[in-house]
C-alpha cells in the first residue's frame, strides 16, 4: 500500500496562489530558452544543450502546476498552457497530464502508465526512453475518450505548426532548440519519474525527497513524496509543507528516502 496525505497537517494556507507567484511560474523558462538560442548561435553552441536541459525542467514544473490547477488560473486557461508547451517541448503535454493524473490514483499500480517505469534498471529505463512519450499517448488515446483525444489532437496540431515554421524559415539556433527537446522527451522517463520513485515499492512510500541545494537546482521538482501527499499545493511551497511534515508527522523524517545521497 502507498502511505496516504497524514491528517492533521494543515496545507489550505500553501495552496493559495498570488498574482506574483504565477508570474514567477510563467517567466522560469524564459531565461534558460533565451540562452539556449544565443548559445546555438555562437561558437559556444554546445552549451546550449545545458540551457536547453534547464529550459526543459522549468517548463515540466509549468506544465505539472498547470495539471494540477496549481496557477491559480481558470481551467480553461490551465489547458492553453499545456498546449502551448506543447509546441515548445514537441510532445502532448494532455497525453501527459492523462497518465500523471492516473499516476496520482493509483501510484505504481495497474493503471500507472506513468510509473510502470519505476520498476526497471537505470539502463533499462534510459533506453526505454524514447518509447515512454509514445506509451503515453497511446494509454490516453485508448482510455481518455474523445475530450482527451480532442486535447491531444491540440496538442500535436500546435507541435506540427510549430516544426514546421521552424523547419521552413527558422534560424539555425531553433532547429537545435527541436533537436535538444526531442532528446528532453527521450530523457523524461528517467528524469521525471525514474529517480523520484525507484526503490520505493517496497517501502510503501508516495516518493522520494530531497532536500538542500540539489532541490534547488532541480527547481523544486524533488520534494516529490510531499507532492503525492498534498498535490494541490504549488511546487514552490513545497519545501514549508516538506518542513510541517518533518516536525508534525512522527517517523515522517526518518522514513525519507532522497534522491540523491544520504537523508
Request: hydrophobic share 50%.
Amino acid at each position: 500500500m502507498i502511505e496516504e496525505a497524514p491528517r492533521g497537517v494543515e496545507w489550505q494556507d500553501l495552496a493559495r496562489v498570488r498574482r506574483w507567484q504565477f508570474a514567477v511560474e510563467i517567466a522560469l523558462p524564459l531565461p534558460w530558452l533565451a540562452l539556449s538560442l544565443w548559445l546555438y548561435a555562437g561558437p559556444f553552441w554546445p552549451l546550449g544543450l545545458g540551457a536547453s536541459f534547464v529550459f526543459f525542467l522549468c517548463c515540466l514544473r509549468l506544465n505539472h502546476e498547470a495539471i494540477h490547477g496549481n496557477l491559480g488560473l481558470a481551467r480553461h486557461w490551465d489547458h492553453a498552457i499545456m498546449h502551448g508547451l506543447s509546441a515548445l517541448m514537441l510532445g502532448s503535454n494532455h497525453a501527459d497530464a492523462f497518465c500523471h493524473l492516473k499516476h496520482h490514483a493509483d501510484t505504481l499500480g495497474a493503471e500507472d502508465h506513468e510509473g510502470q517505469c519505476t520498476s526497471m534498471g537505470v539502463w533499462q529505463v534510459l533506453a526505454y526512453g524514447p518509447r515512454f512519450p509514445v506509451d503515453l499517448n497511446r494509454a490516453c488515446w485508448r482510455a481518455g475518450g474523445a475530450r482527451w483525444r480532442r486535447r491531444m489532437g491540440v496538442d500535436w496540431t500546435c507541435v506540427a505548426l510549430f516544426v514546421a515554421g521552424v523547419l521552413l524559415i527558422g534560424p539555425p539556433a531553433l532547429k537545435m532548440h527541436l533537436a535538444a527537446m526531442a532528446l528532453g522527451q527521450c530523457l523524461t522517463a528517467f528524469f521525471a519519474v525514474w529517480i523520484t520513485h525507484q526503490g520505493t515499492e517496497a517501502s510503501g512510500l508516495a516518493g522520494r525527497s530531497q532536500r538542500g541545494v540539489l532541490a534547488r537546482l532541480a527547481y523544486l521538482m524533488f520534494y516529490h513524496r510531499e507532492h503525492h501527499l498534498f498535490p494541490r499545493v504549488p511546487v514552490s511551497r513545497l519545501p514549508e509543507l516538506a518542513a510541517r511534515l518533518d516536525a508534525r508527522v512522527p517517523g515522517y523524517a526518518a522514513a525519507r528516502m532522497p534522491v540523491v545521497g544520504r537523508k
